[in-house]
């Protein structure tokens, strides 16, 4: 049996912009990424807190410390600049596995500035 488990959480950003002509993902500040442990292309959940809207996508890198969290292709309908989201990426693990693993927290200021970071262990 595998479970999946929470990898990497990117909380409480602020989008700051959304292009609905672009083919699709999210573009995510690469610090942020590397700190969350999403990789570049990994599928990603978004959560909206200001409009309850929810979709999967896949994270494409922005540039570090830009702050940028733009929201990209029909996904861009859902969610708009000054919305909050939490940003999610998942793993499947064995149950052993699951008793060792951490998820990376990252939570985020008004500017996508790193706030806090943490390690929640099972």
């Known amino acids: 049996m595998l479970l999946t488990l929470l990898t990497g959480k990117i909380h409480r950003a602020t989008v700051t912009e959304s292009c609905l002509d672009y083919e699709g993902s999210i573009s995510i500040d690469s610090r ?11 599928r990603v959940d978004v959560y909206d807190i200001t409009n309850g809207s929810r979709f999967s996508t896949y994270a494409i890198a922005a540039e570090a410390d ?3 969290i733009a ?7 859902l969610a708009h600049p000054g919305d909050l989201i939490i940003i999610a990426a998942y793993a499947q693990m064995s149950p052993e596995e699951a008793d060792h693993h951490a998820p990376r927290i990252v939570v985020v200021d008004a500017g996508n500035r790193i706030r806090q970071l943490t390690r929640e262990k099972a």
């Open 32 to 42: 942020l990424l590397e700190e969350a442990g999403i990789r570049p292309h990994e």
């Open 66 to 68: 830009s702050g940028r």
């Open 71 to 77: 929201i990209n292709g029909a996904a861009a309908q």
